[in-house]
């Protein structure tokens, strides 16, 4: 039942396993840290569900310490990460220690950043227990924090030495942050697996319905995607940028609204819709494609349109994100499902358009009062 | 008048200069930086000082923020970072920005882990003003902050793109911290180049007269030294280990007492002659090669003693150093000067010993009330 996924990525190359009861006592994360100093990182819902079971696979480190942190996108920045570096200190975790990541991706983000700098690094394993983290935010390096006015504007490249997707951790999540983990999925059908696309069209049902074998397709479709593009282009100096489909437009909408009222996966959902409606407008994806793209949102359902920021302050924030920070706007757009490009070529004057015609507030089809 | 030592590391080997004038509106500053976005992070003891030489320097450049932050150690933690990161937002740094670390070791340690975690790494280029920094801390790539608890213990390895070490700024330095700066000199030769001590006890009047081709020379030494050991070994799996002779010892006295009470340069001072001290006891350096060590020390004059810390709780810091914390003791000794070892082979007890005899306080030969 467990399938596992390599990293191409010197110097350590790394394996993603994806697979029910991965967490047991003989499983993969109680051997790598047999006999080792280990720090888990955490949240109060995650270890209040599952941090029993963590534990009991973690029985034969040598050291085991936790540090529990709130729940929640907002408490990720660098204040949150005064308190992992605390609880490093307090369990004398040294250079030869591992730390683990256990939840979502903000907890993956944040121990990630923490195992990045702490003693200038020190190793990693990710075991995501989200739908969103184990397709996508505990594979390939990113870490790091938001600041006030910006989302990931602090961090580093740190890839774990393993990842552990445990699928049975899906069990306890609720159907909203399902949902949004669905928004990473649909990513990669959209940017380069447009037959990935079409069997999400087809199967959608079952997976909403979180059958088993649906639920394994679409993490292993998902991380096959990832890795490829990590592999390929590890720092983003190329073809991974790919991956911020929907992210200048997603990010804005998070940092406009507070961290927490929208979910990432919700806030890219609408960011990537709006990359295909404004790759129609200016005749670069066919209509009938745009509208494929905005139907499967709209049957997860994932919102498919911005809240109520206006445009103006859209584009703003949208020019102050991390990729165009000072700097020309440059956009992920469609040529097709299944093709993504890179650009700057975009007319301001387009992008204007879509901006206000996401306005007024009353066409959105997402409520999150 | 200038001279230029590579750093040769990959993907980025990178130039150290060293001379008066570089500061200069056509010197290497100047042209590294010319049409692009810069950040300077100083502090207010030497914006005030060099402030306007240069911005002068920096005039071709596209745009130029400044972050100028309270001089000193104890400003060197996650706090004060987040100040940096404020400044980079508020400039408009994107990706494509330059960091300029623009003083000594404090703010070359922050400025570099800002610049390894702004945006996941932005270009840096060290100009440090001190005595300490030009010789030792803005080469390497070593940065980061301290915890309330230990020294360094976060950060990052980023390498600089360049090191312009402008000897004219060292003419503000006051005799304290040119001193301290001292220490790391001194240390070059102890660990791997007996030539350069000799050449230090023949000269060391010269040097503290700040006679310019003692100055020159004892800049561009240190800087070849560490430079070697830096492309031997850049993440100190080895050899750069040797580099923190002294140091064990030395970030106990400065943890113990409070940070700018004893300077960097002075604590490992000390810490340098406890572990020659502690060579001698265990019988693997000549007791007239210990002589030299600590006379040369008391000929600047910099301290050969801890302060009253008390021998237990000595070890006690010495155990939690970021070098040690959770496992052995491991310790840079000394066979012979310019002859240093990584040892864990040290018994306790003989460590214990040269701790015991450090008290009582009475023995310090150097006051800092």
Known sequence: MTTTIQVELPPHPYPIHIGPGLLATDG?????????RVLVISNDTVAALHGE???????????????V?????RWKNLETMARIFDAAIDHGCARDCWFVAFGGGVIGDMAGFAAATWQRGVRLIQVPTTLLAQVDSSVGGKTGVNHPRGKNMIGAFHQPRAVIADTDTLSTLDDRQFRAGLAEVIKYGLIRDADFFAWL?????????????????????????KAAVVAEDERETG?????????????????????????????????MCMAARLSARIGWLAQGECDRVESLFQRVPLPTRPPAIGGT??????????????????????????????????????LDAELAAADPPSRATHDHA
């Not at 993969?28 to 080792?36: F, K, N, Q, S, Y």
């Not at 069209?201 to 096959?224: K, N, T």
């Not at 020019?319 to 700057?344: F, H, N, P, W």
């Open 28 to 36: 993969p994360l109680a051997e790598l840290v047999a006999g080792a």
């Open 53 to 67: 079971r963590l534990r009991a696979a973690l029985a034969r480190a040598g050291h085991v310490g936790e540090c």
């Open 313 to 350: 302050r859209m584009r703003e924030l949208m020019q102050s994100d991390k990729k165009t920070l000072g700097g020309r706007m440059r956009l992920i757009l469609l040529e097709g499902v299944g093709r993504a490009v890179i650009t700057d070529a975009c007319p301001a004057g387009e």
């Open 239 to 271: 073809v991974r940028a790919l991956l911020n489909l929907g992210h200048t437009f997603g990010h804005a909408i998070e940092t406009a609204t507070g961290y927490d009222t929208w979910l990432h996966g919700e806030a890219i959902a609408a960011g």
């Open 201 to 225: 069209e087809a199967e959608l049902d079952a997976v909403l319905a979180r059958e088993p074998a649906a639920l394994a397709h679409i993490i292993e479709q998902s991380c096959r995607n």
């Open 69 to 73: 942190l709130p729940d929640g996108e």
